[in-house]
């Protein structure tokens, strides 16, 4: 009988070599809209008024996005500075860098998608779709909260410790950034482990009971993890950051349970101790190298 999904796939085939050239232009493409989205940040005005005296330094658009960091995040009472001369040229390229790598992600995660769709089969495509949707959609939402929430909760819960040691609220502009930064591209991957886990779980390579055996535990862990990260955040500040990360652990359990009893775990090759004869379908040990039923080399 005709397969028409081998036709499908063998009219679509290509060599190596054409298959390194069609990376390379999605890479290209990925790599110039990062540095269009880079170079925007750094040379958009946020207004026109300088055209009225053009050699006066205009504020770039980037400017008006670490303004809006520090308005929303710093402290009141907290001042920034600069400490050597070249930090604030080193945060405008840095912060310009982070921005337009994550206005360019949509674009990134389409040349990506655009790369792999063709190499797979319709079945495939059930499987693997609903693992890249979940991770980007939890992706962002971590992003959203790690700059909304964690990272507010986390400078200022720094700050305590000024008063502590009897030092004035003053923080390098690079430490106050950086800060903000990582702790949102952190908890924007965090909140991608239910996927990673129930990954994990699909392929063998661990099982629920790594959660649910010892869930007494890991909640005791995660609780002293934020009570040290909210040192003065209080219990609301504890909830918001405790809450959320109890609920994506267990998201993480119960669609890992639906693949445990749907008897779709199956577990790694390379994890496995056996495997099956390509020749006559019997059973060998991973350390054989002839098949114990027709005799014939596995390699």
């Known amino acids: 009988m005709h397969d028409s999904s081998n036709e499908t ?3 679509s085939a290509m060599t190596i070599w054409e298959h390194m050239d069609e990376l390379a232009k999605r890479l290209k493409v990925a790599l110039y809209t990062v540095i269009l989205f880079t170079v925007a940040m750094m040379v958009i005005p946020t207004n026109l008024s300088f055209l009225s005296n053009p050699f006066e330094f205009y504020d770039p658009l980037i400017g008006l996005v670490l303004r809006t960091i520090r308005a929303q995040i710093l402290p009141p009472n907290a001042r920034l500075i600069g400490l050597g001369l070249t930090a604030p ?3 405008y390229f840095t912060a310009s860098v982070v921005v337009g790598v994550g206005f360019s992600l949509p674009i990134v995660a389409y040349e990506f998608y655009r790369f792999i769709d063709p190499a797979l089969y319709p079945h495939e495509k059930r499987d693997a779709y609903p693992f890249v949707l979940s991770f980007m959609a939890l992706f962002v939402i971590g992003v959203l909260f790690g700059y909304l929430v964690a990272a507010r909760f986390l400078v200022t819960a720094m700050f305590p410790f000024f008063t502590a040691v009897g030092a004035e609220q003053i923080i390098s502009v690079m430490d106050f950034y950086t800060t903000v930064f990582s702790t949102t591209l952190l908890t924007g991957l965090i909140f991608t482990t239910p996927v990673v886990f129930v990954l994990l779980v699909r392929f063998g390579i661990v099982g629920t ?4 055996r010892n869930r007494r535990y890991i909640y005791a862990a995660l609780f002293v993890l934020v009570a040290m990260t909210t040192a003065d955040g209080g219990p609301v500040g504890d909830a918001l950051l405790y809450l959320p990360m109890i609920t994506l652990l267990e998201l993480g359990v119960f669609f890992a349970k639906r693949y445990e009893k749907s ?3 199956k577990k ?3 994890l496995q101790r056996t495997h099956t004869c390509r020749f006559c379908a ?3 040990s991973n350390d054989s190298p002839f098949c114990p039923g027709c005799g014939k080399a596995q390699t």
């Open 9 to 11: 796939r063998d009219s």
């Open 89 to 91: 040229i080193e945060l």
């Open 209 to 212: 009971s790594i959660v649910t």
């Open 263 to 265: 008897g779709k775990v």
């Open 268 to 270: 790694a090759a390379w």
């Open 282 to 284: 019997t059973e060998i």
